[in-house]
């Protein structure tokens, strides 16, 4: 059984810096794709970082240059590194995992919620101003 569970969540002022982890288990594929979301009240939710089985990172524009995930992500823990933290970047954040079967399949550029099947229970992260 695959499950992912976030850790690292917090209440930081503006400025300030968080890194979360996400612990997998029973997610073993050859090649797939592992990402973070975030959703904030009343907002859709958003795909913020993304690493494949090749090790490319993609970022959505929204925080390129602050959130990264580090090249020490692994299959068994991922993370995300965030720095200058802003008000707007105050939400649940998820992690996800999207086996890739088949080899006409690849990660989406757009990081999309639809193509992730499997979902951790999310980590709040509270940025004041």
């Known amino acids: 059984k695959v499950s992912l569970a976030e850790s690292g969540g917090g209440s930081v002022q503006s400025g300030g810096s968080l890194r979360l982890s996400c612990a997998v288990s029973?997610?073993?594929?050859?090649?797939?794709?592992m990402a973070w979301f975030r959703q904030a009240p009343g907002k859709e939710r958003e795909g913020i970082a993304q690493?494949?089985?090749?090790?490319?990172?993609i970022h959505a524009d929204s925080v390129k240059g602050r959130f990264t995930i580090p090249q020490a992500t692994s299959e068994r823990t991922l993370y995300l590194v965030m720095n200058s933290l802003k008000a707007e970047d105050t939400a649940m954040h998820y992690c996800?995992?999207?086996?890739?079967?088949?080899?006409?399949?690849?990660?989406?550029?757009?990081?999309?919620?639809?193509?992730?099947?499997?979902w951790g229970q999310g980590t709040q992260v509270t940025v004041s101003s």
């Open positions: 996800a995992a999207r086996p890739l079967l088949s080899t006409t399949e690849y990660c989406s550029a757009s990081i999309d919620s639809r193509l992730f099947p499997y």
């Open positions: 029973g997610f073993i594929y050859a090649r797939y794709c």
């Open positions: 690493i494949d089985s090749t090790r490319s990172t």
